[in-house]
């Protein structure tokens, strides 16, 4: 890409040199996750991708009973942070995360249990569990003075998500009713947000997501799956931060679709909820997604120092470079996250099983240029190393994933950053040839741009180059790697 691309883009220079989140935030996040290894099991970022149907129900009546007692000692800690005591906004946050958790939990396991696969309520599905939950939340509401009254009225969107779950969420089952549903609780989280509250509630964002069939087509049903998840967020200064990245990555990102066609008009950058998980129920217990756009304009992503650090370790270990693994990991990671959101923002593309594809490679190409704009000289080296390899992690782990448009994807990657001399093969050696990055970029923009061509023809025309990416398998010469890597982390 030309320079004059960049003169939109306003980059601190910092960027890199200050860490993402604050001491006590990723003291948080620990304790976190070691409460969830203090009852044997694992933090839901950690959680192995299940494969089918029945794995993921056997997995979630695994992790549900455990569960309680884990939103129970996530309110304990919670009671011993500054400033807070029983009174103290997570405290409170956590309570009521316990008060409810259980019923979404019990309701999503009816939907995984029911052998009628047909779309129905959360009333006609799990009525007992329902109704539970309909009186928990309705007590709630109805606390006339006490602590539960004063918090919500400082939590003014909050009580509003919970004054739905009240409603016509709990009967709804026609699909596009309930996709408006879903927006008004995605609405009460993005205000939450933009109110510089420190907690934000979200409720009810997943849609026969958990309940996909294996081959990962929708199921021919949809039901609108219980999902909880209280978050905090950034401190300002570093939401500040990352909202500055995402508004550059999303120019960048856009500078390669001519036409950016998005299904909801919408030009503008969606708000950004970046988060760190500290309460979850529903869908949540499962898995939880690090990026995941909203039906309306905005953008829930999952800070995490976590997820893939394994397979990130293990490139670092297995390919020959200069550098050592950076504290600045996760700026990489959320660079490489938050472009391929953008990038679907960018784009709804038509030709089915490229929709991972498409926003990855603008992933690469933007996070390369933002890199390149990035500032500090003489980091820049440094940088680009880093960058090509944390995304070589994260592409060698979404190998494995269950959806083939992301193994599809990856394979893309993978493959091109070999073809096209970046990564270089010795057996049994890997190393990294930067001097190869700018043909590595040229190549993709070129495939790109040659998809979009092909993703903009009427329905019935062929497409040549995509019937080709559809077909695309992982090369001979990465696949020891991907080996490797992964047969690494399971002796971790
Ligand atoms: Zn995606």
């Known amino acids: ?28 996040m620990q304790k976190i996750a070691d409460i969830y290894k203090v009852h044997g099991t694992v933090h839901p970022l950690l959680v192995p991708p299940e494969t089918n149907l029945q794995g993921k129900g056997n997995l ?19 009671q011993t942070q500054e400033g807070g005591g029983s009174d ?10 316990l008060m409810i958790g259980p019923t979404l939990d019990q309701i999503l396991l009816s ?48 009580r509003a998500a919970l004054r739905l779950l009240t409603g016509d969420i709990l009967t ?61 967020l950034l401190e300002p200064k570093r939401k500040l931060q990352l909202e500055d990245l995402y508004q550059n990555l999303y120019k960048l990102v856009a500078n390669y679709y001519q036409s950016p066609k998005t299904d909801d008009g919408e030009t503008s950058a969606p708000a950004l909820v970046a988060e760190i998980a500290v309460v979850s129920a529903g869908t949540e217990v499962l898995s939880q997604s690090v990026g995941e756009a909203f039906d309306s304009n905005g ?35 959320s660079i490489i996250l938050l472009a391929h959101e953008a990038g679907h923002k960018s784009r709804q593309v038509k030709v089915a099983g490229l929709e991972e594809l498409v926003p990855d490679m603008t992933t690469l190409l933007a996070g390369i240029d933002y890199i390149k704009a990035s500032g500090p000289k003489e980091m820049q080296e440094e940088l680009l190393e880093n960058f090509i ?24 990657i993978l493959n091109t950053l070999m073809e096209q001399g970046v990564l270089v093969y010795t057996d049994p050696h890997y190393a990294l040839d930067l001097s190869k990055l700018d043909s590595f970029h040229l190549k993709v ?31 001979d010469q990465i696949k020891p790697l991907v080996d490797r890597v992964m047969r690494g982390i399971e002796l971790k």
């Open 60 to 78: 979630l009546s695994t992790r549900i009973p455990k569960m309680q007692q884990i939103r129970q000692n996530i309110l304990d800690y919670a």
């Open 389 to 412: 390899l944390h995304s070589l992690g994260e592409f060698i782990f979404q190998t494995q994933d269950n959806d083939a448009e992301y193994r599809r994807s990856s394979y893309y």
């Open 299 to 333: 953008l829930v992503f999952l800070i995490n120092q976590i997820k893939n650090r394994a397979s990130l370790e293990k490139v670092y270990e297995e390919i020959e470079h200069r550098g050592k693994f950076p504290d600045y990991s996760l700026h990489l990671l």
């Open 1 to 28: 890409m030309e320079n004059s691309a960049y003169s939109d883009v306003h980059i601190s220079e910092n960027f890199f040199k200050e860490p993402l989140i604050s001491e006590q935030q990723q003291a948080v």
């Open 172 to 232: 709804e089952k026609n699909p596009k009713k309930l996709d408006e549903l879903v927006k008004n609780f995605e609405m009460c989280a993005i205000r939450e947000t933009q109110s510089g509250m420190s907690f934000v509630t979200l409720l009810g964002m997943s849609e026969s997501w958990t309940l996909e069939s294996d081959s990962g087509q929708l199921p021919h049903y949809r039901l609108l799956e219980p999902n909880l998840r209280i978050i905090m």
């Open 445 to 475: 923009q070129k495939d790109h741009a040659a998809l979009l061509r092909e993703d903009d023809l009427a329905e019935n025309t062929p497409r040549t180059l995509a019937e080709q990416f559809l077909r695309l398998k992982l090369g």
């Open 88 to 97: 103290g906004d997570f405290a409170l946050h956590a309570q009521i995360g």
């Open 111 to 158: 939907q995984f249990n029911d052998p009628d696969r047909t779309n129905k309520s959360w009333m006609e599905i799990d009525e007992l569990n329902t109704q539970k939950l309909q009186q928990k939340v309705q007590s709630l509401l109805d606390e006339q003075t006490g602590r539960y009254q004063i918090f919500l009225d400082r939590y003014p969107d909050f």
